[in-house]
T-cell receptor, first 116, second 112 residues
Framework: DADVTQTPRNRITKTGKRIMLECSQT?????MYWYRQDPGLGLRLIYYSFDVKDINKGEISDGYSVSRQAQAKFSLSLESAIPNQTALYFC???????????????FGPGTRLTVL | QKEVEQDPGPLSVPEGAIVSLNCTYS??????FMWYRQYSRKGPELLMY????GNKEDGRFTAQVDKSSKYISLFIRDSQPSDSATYLCAMSENSGYSTLTFGKGTMLLVSP
């Protein structure tokens, strides 16, 4: 979905390197999320942010950090990448301010990360 | 028992078939139920959204929720090859709740 963009789309890196994945959205949504998707494990929440000053850990935050630089930008960092962080990473947004829709997630196209 | 169970498939059907995709769940507090469709190498996209029990229809798609059985279904009528994708169910306890629990997805293959 062009409203949520992720960069890079593919990345191969080595163990121990610092990696940043970036997400931008033009939907005007207040909430942003980072998920990872692994075969057989489904989508798992890493971090989420209600607004620029409110960041929360998800179920698998260890080894990751995030920064909400602006309403529209949410980045995910792997401080020291390890092979088991090889996965497909998705950014998503939701709109809490519109009644009944905060359960929706609008996903970006994903970043395929490989850690060697 | 996992919170949301979904058969991974793949489910292979011929074009024109009626498809039934299902999820079971254990948390009786779930009230909002969603189905997402994910094409290969793409992000999931919201397909259907229902509240509490009952049916909701949108074109060839019907979402059904049976809270007494903790069971939700997505039916696809007149399935098309373009319906080939992975379908993920998702659910939450209330509309303002930030946590959305996803199933692992069922891969559907519709052959011409």
């Amino acid at each position: 979905d062009a409203d949520v963009t992720q960069t890079p789309r593919n990345r191969i890196t080595k163990t121990g390197k610092r990696i940043m994945l970036e997400c931008s959205q033009t939907k005007g949504h207040d909430r942003m999320y980072w998920y990872r998707q692994d075969p057989g494990l489904g989508l798992r929440l890493i971090y989420y942010s209600f607004d620029v000053k409110d960041i929360n850990k998800g179920e698998i935050s260890d080894g990751y950090s995030v920064s909400r630089q602006a309403q529209a930008k949410f980045s995910l960092s792997l401080e020291s990448a390890i092979p088991n962080q090889t996965a497909l990473y998705f950014c998503a947004t939701s709109d809490h301010r519109t009644s009944g829709t905060s359960g929706y997630r609008y996903f970006g196209p994903g970043t395929r990360l490989t850690v060697l | 028992q996992k919170e949301v169970e979904q058969d991974p498939g793949p489910l292979s059907v011929p074009e024109g078939a009626i498809v039934s995709l299902n999820c079971t769940y254990s948390n009786s507090a779930f009230q909002y139920f969603m189905w997402y469709r994910q094409y290969s190498r793409k992000g999931p996209e919201l397909l259907m959204y229902t509240y509490s029990s009952g049916n909701k229809e949108d074109g060839r798609f019907t979402a059904q929720v049976d809270k007494s059985s903790k069971y939700i279904s997505l039916f696809i009528r007149d399935s098309q090859p373009s319906d080939s994708a992975t379908y993920l169910c998702a659910m939450s306890e209330n509309s303002g709740y930030s946590t959305l629990t996803f199933g692992k997805g069922t891969m559907l293959l519709v052959s011409p």
